[in-house]
């Protein structure tokens, strides 16, 4: 793409790239691959936020949010008045600064619900484990396996991070998908050399249950873009409980996402 470069700058932990592109607005990318553009990054998400919040009648929800520096998870989460705490845990303070100046489209910081923790994510959840802390909902927003975020895709980290869902809680995970002659593959896998958490807490069973819905995401790698929920029982997200209506998300969509075509309900097992 014909793109201005605004910003390029190698942090402790990964180069950062805030480039513009005057019809699709600003991108974030980091160590090459593209977090966020200001054209579609609203609809991953409403979708990465609503779906798991509003499958399930809730009242005092505690939220985290592990990654995100881009800021606009922690924004749609906030939008619900039955959330009474958010943690929001990421490594890279730069990339969070970065997204504040260049992309506009974070939550607020200053929020009395929410709490910033700059942190690698593996040490925090070990901590977050020894002091017993349970949360009802963990959205993991993580770039690919490289750099930084290596760290979280692990066994170890699936084995901590499933002692911090409560009982009746659910974590949130996506990644992108392709389309061979053969069958699908996840853009995580590729970029990492290695499984996604997908593939490894479905072998493992450390979280049992298991729903998956879809949506697309034009500028994310090949635009078929999957989530996954994780929980310690078989609970459903399927039927929305609310008539919230965002930019992209509605009950209809809601429901929809979770219909997958044949070819993926096969390849996913």
Not at 102 to 115: A, C, K, M, T, W
Request: proline share 4%.
């Amino acid at each position: 793409m014909d793109v201005e470069v605004l910003f390029r700058e190698k942090s402790d932990f990964q180069t950062i790239e805030v480039l513009s592109h005057d019809r699709f607005g600003r991108v974030l990318s980091l160590d090459g691959y593209i977090q966020a553009c200001q054209a579609d990054e609203f609809i991953y998400h409403e979708m990465a936020v609503h779906v798991p919040l509003l499958g399930q009648q809730r009242s005092d929800t505690s939220v985290l949010i592990v990654g995100g520096g881009d800021g606009g998870i922690l924004r749609e989460v906030l939008k619900h008045d039955f959330v009474k705490s958010v943690t929001m845990v990421e490594i890279d303070k730069k990339v969070i600064e970065v997204s504040n100046r260049f992309l506009g489209i974070q939550g607020n910081y200053e929020d009395p619900r929410v709490s910033l923790v700059v942190q690698d994510a593996s040490e925090f959840v070990v901590k977050e484990k020894n002091n017993g802390v349970l949360y009802d909902v963990i959205i993991l927003d993580l770039t690919e396996p490289v750099g930084p975020s290596a760290s979280v895709f692990t066994i170890d980290f699936v084995k901590n991070i499933s002692k911090l869902v409560s009982s009746s809680g659910v974590i949130v995970d996506s990644d992108s998908i392709f389309l061979t002659q053969s069958e699908g593959f996840f853009l995580q896998e590729e970029s990492g050399d290695s499984e996604n958490l997908f593939s490894v807490i479905r072998k493992t069973k450390i979280l049992p249950a298991i729903e998956i819905f879809r949506t697309d995401v034009p500028f994310f790698p090949g635009a078929d873009f999957m989530f996954f929920l994780y929980g310690l029982k078989p609970i459903s997200y399927k039927k929305p409980t609310s008539e919230y209506l965002g930019k992209h998300y509605s009950p209809a969509i809601h429901e929809a996402a979770f219909v997958l075509p044949p070819w993926q309900r096969k390849w996913l097992g």
